[in-house]
C-alpha cells in the first residue's frame, strides 16, 4: 500500500500555484521600490562628485543588457517580436525625454535641493502627469476623489519648494559650492543667486517626474503579446546611451571619463545594476495594474527617500518638508482603484505573467 502511495505520489506532478494579476503586481511593485530607493541612495552620493549625465549614460548599460537578454531568450524561444517600424522613432523620442529630462534631470536636482525633496516633487508631478495622461489617453475616470488627490499634490509640490527655499538660505554655503552654480558662471554667494540655483532645481525635479509619466503610459501603450517590455526599454536604454553619453563628452570630455576612479566606477556600475532590476519590476507592475495604482504601491518611496535623506545624507528637516511630504503620500493614498479598459485586460493573462 504504501509502496503504491509513492508510486502514485512520483507520477501525479505538483499542482503549481500561480499568482493572480494583482498580487503579481503587489511583487513586482514591492521589489521596485526597494530596489529605486537603494539606486536613489547611491545616486545621491554619486551626484556630490559625479557628472549627472555621466552618472545616467552609465545607468541606461545594465538596463540595455537584460533587455538585449530577454529579447534574445524570446526568440530562442521561437516567440515573434513585432514591432511597426514606425513606432521605432515615438520610442527614441521618448526615450531621449526620459534619459535626459528624467534620469539626468533628477540626478542634477539631487545635488541642488537633496534626496529628500527631490523625489516627493518627482513623485508629485509624476502622478498628476498620469492622472491627466490616463483621462486623455486611456479614458479613466477622474472622480471626486481622484480630483482631490490631484490637487494635494500640486499643494505639496508647492510646499516642497518653499522647503527647498528655506534650505537654500539656510545652507548657503553648500549651495555656493554646487556643481550647477559652477556650471551656471555664479559665485551664488548671495540668497538671490542660491534661490534662483534652488528655483531650478525645482523645476528639473518637477521636469523629471512629467518625463517619467510620459515613459509610463508609452509602456502601458505599446506593450503587447507581440510587443514584450523588454522591447521599449531597450530602446529607450539605447537613446539613453547614445544621447546621455554624447553630452556627457561635450561637459566632462574624454579626460573626464577615463580618469573616473574606482569608488565612482563601483558605485556607477551598482546604481545601474539595481536601477535595471527595479526598471524592470516597475515594468512589469505597468503591465500589471492600472497607471495611477501602480504609483500607489511605489509611493513608499517618497517616505523611504525622505527618511534616507535626512538621516544619510544630513539633508535638513522642517516643517514644509514634513507637511510636504505627508501631503504627497496622502494624495497618493486617497485616489483609489482605477479600471483597465477592456482593451488593456485582454492584454494580460490570467495569471498576470505577460512575457518581458
Same mark, same amino acid.
Given at each position: 500500500?504504501?509502496?503504491?502511495?509513492?508510486?502514485?505520489? +512520483?507520477?501525479?506532478?505538483?499542482? /503549481?500555484?500561480?499568482?493572480?494579476?494583482? %498580487?503579481?503586481?503587489?511583487?513586482?511593485?514591492?521589489?521596485?521600490?526597494?530596489?529605486?530607493?537603494?539606486?536613489? &541612495? &547611491?545616486?545621491?552620493?554619486?551626484?556630490?562628485?559625479?557628472?549627472?549625465? !555621466?552618472?545616467?549614460?552609465?545607468?541606461?548599460?545594465?538596463?540595455?543588457?537584460? +533587455?538585449? !537578454?530577454?529579447?534574445?531568450?524570446?526568440?530562442?524561444?521561437?516567440?515573434? =517580436?513585432?514591432?511597426?517600424?514606425?513606432?521605432?522613432?515615438?520610442?527614441?523620442?521618448?526615450?531621449?525625454?526620459?534619459?535626459?529630462?528624467?534620469?539626468?534631470?533628477?540626478?542634477? *536636482?539631487?545635488?541642488? &535641493?537633496?534626496?529628500?525633496?527631490? =523625489?516627493?516633487? #518627482?513623485?508629485?508631478?509624476?502622478?498628476?502627469?498620469?492622472?491627466?495622461?490616463?483621462?486623455?489617453?486611456?479614458?479613466?475616470?477622474?472622480?471626486?476623489?481622484?480630483?482631490?488627490?490631484?490637487?494635494?499634490?500640486?499643494?505639496? /509640490?508647492?510646499?516642497?519648494?518653499?522647503?527647498?527655499?528655506?534650505?537654500?538660505?539656510?545652507?548657503?554655503?553648500?549651495?555656493?559650492?554646487?556643481?550647477?552654480?559652477?556650471?551656471?558662471?555664479? %559665485?551664488?554667494?548671495?540668497?538671490?543667486?542660491?534661490?534662483?540655483?534652488? *528655483? #531650478?532645481?525645482?523645476?528639473?525635479?518637477?521636469? %523629471?517626474?512629467?518625463?517619467?509619466?510620459?515613459?509610463?503610459?508609452?509602456?502601458?501603450?505599446?506593450?503587447?503579446?507581440?510587443?514584450?517590455?523588454?522591447?521599449?526599454?531597450?530602446?529607450?536604454? &539605447?537613446?539613453? =546611451?547614445?544621447?546621455?553619453?554624447?553630452?556627457?563628452?561635450?561637459?566632462?570630455?574624454?579626460?573626464?571619463?577615463?580618469?573616473?576612479? *574606482?569608488?565612482? !566606477? !563601483?558605485?556607477?556600475?551598482? +546604481?545601474?545594476?539595481?536601477?535595471?532590476?527595479?526598471?524592470?519590476?516597475?515594468?512589469?507592475?505597468?503591465?500589471?495594474?492600472?497607471?495611477?495604482?501602480?504609483?500607489?504601491?511605489?509611493?513608499?518611496?517618497?517616505?523611504?527617500?525622505?527618511?534616507?535623506?535626512?538621516?544619510?545624507?544630513?539633508?535638513?528637516?522642517?516643517?514644509?518638508?514634513?507637511?510636504?511630504?505627508?501631503?504627497? #503620500? #496622502?494624495?497618493?493614498?486617497?485616489?483609489?482603484?482605477?479600471?483597465?479598459?477592456?482593451?488593456?485586460?485582454?492584454?494580460?493573462?490570467?495569471?498576470?505573467?505577460?512575457?518581458?
Amino acid at each position: 500500500m504504501k509502496q503504491s502511495l509513492l508510486k502514485h505520489a +512520483a507520477i501525479v506532478p505538483p499542482k /503549481v500555484r500561480h499568482l493572480d494579476t494583482a %498580487s503579481a503586481g503587489l511583487l513586482f511593485g514591492i521589489i521596485a521600490t526597494a530596489g529605486y530607493t537603494l539606486a536613489g &541612495i &547611491i545616486l545621491r552620493d554619486l551626484a556630490d562628485d559625479t557628472d549627472p549625465y !555621466w552618472v545616467s549614460c552609465i545607468k541606461a548599460v545594465p538596463t540595455l543588457v537584460v +533587455a538585449m !537578454w530577454l529579447i534574445h531568450q524570446r526568440k530562442k524561444r521561437g516567440q515573434a =517580436i513585432k514591432v511597426p517600424l514606425r513606432l521605432i522613432p515615438a520610442l527614441l523620442a521618448i526615450g531621449v525625454i526620459v534619459q535626459i529630462g528624467g534620469n539626468a534631470g533628477s540626478q542634477w *536636482a539631487f545635488e541642488i &535641493i537633496g534626496l529628500a525633496i527631490t =523625489i516627493p516633487m #518627482m513623485f508629485g508631478t509624476l502622478i498628476v502627469g498620469s492622472a491627466v495622461i490616463g483621462v486623455l489617453m486611456f479614458q479613466e475616470r477622474l472622480t471626486t476623489r481622484r480630483l482631490v488627490a490631484v490637487v494635494m499634490l500640486i499643494a505639496a /509640490v508647492s510646499i516642497l519648494s518653499l522647503a527647498a527655499g528655506g534650505e537654500a538660505t539656510s545652507s548657503e554655503n553648500v549651495a555656493a559650492n554646487a556643481q550647477g552654480a559652477r556650471e551656471a558662471s555664479t %559665485s551664488a554667494t548671495t540668497v538671490p543667486a542660491v534661490l534662483k540655483l534652488t *528655483a #531650478m532645481g525645482v523645476l528639473v525635479a518637477c521636469l %523629471s517626474g512629467i518625463a517619467y509619466a510620459i515613459s509610463h503610459a508609452a509602456i502601458r501603450q505599446i506593450t503587447s503579446p507581440e510587443i514584450p517590455l523588454s522591447v521599449p526599454l531597450a530602446v529607450f536604454s &539605447i537613446a539613453g =546611451i547614445v544621447a546621455l553619453g554624447a553630452i556627457s563628452g561635450w561637459r566632462i570630455g574624454w579626460d573626464g571619463i577615463v580618469n573616473t576612479t *574606482a569608488n565612482q !566606477w !563601483w558605485r556607477l556600475w551598482a +546604481a545601474g545594476v539595481v536601477n535595471a532590476v527595479a526598471y524592470f519590476a516597475l515594468g512589469r507592475t505597468i503591465q500589471l495594474l492600472p497607471l495611477v495604482q501602480v504609483n500607489i504601491i511605489t509611493a513608499s518611496q517618497v517616505a523611504l527617500n525622505a527618511v534616507a535623506g535626512i538621516v544619510i545624507f544630513s539633508e535638513p528637516i522642517s516643517a514644509a518638508l514634513i507637511i510636504g511630504v505627508s501631503l504627497t #503620500m #496622502m494624495g497618493l493614498l486617497i485616489q483609489g482603484r482605477w479600471k483597465r479598459t477592456p482593451a488593456e485586460a485582454s492584454k494580460i493573462p490570467s495569471n498576470g505573467t505577460q512575457e518581458a
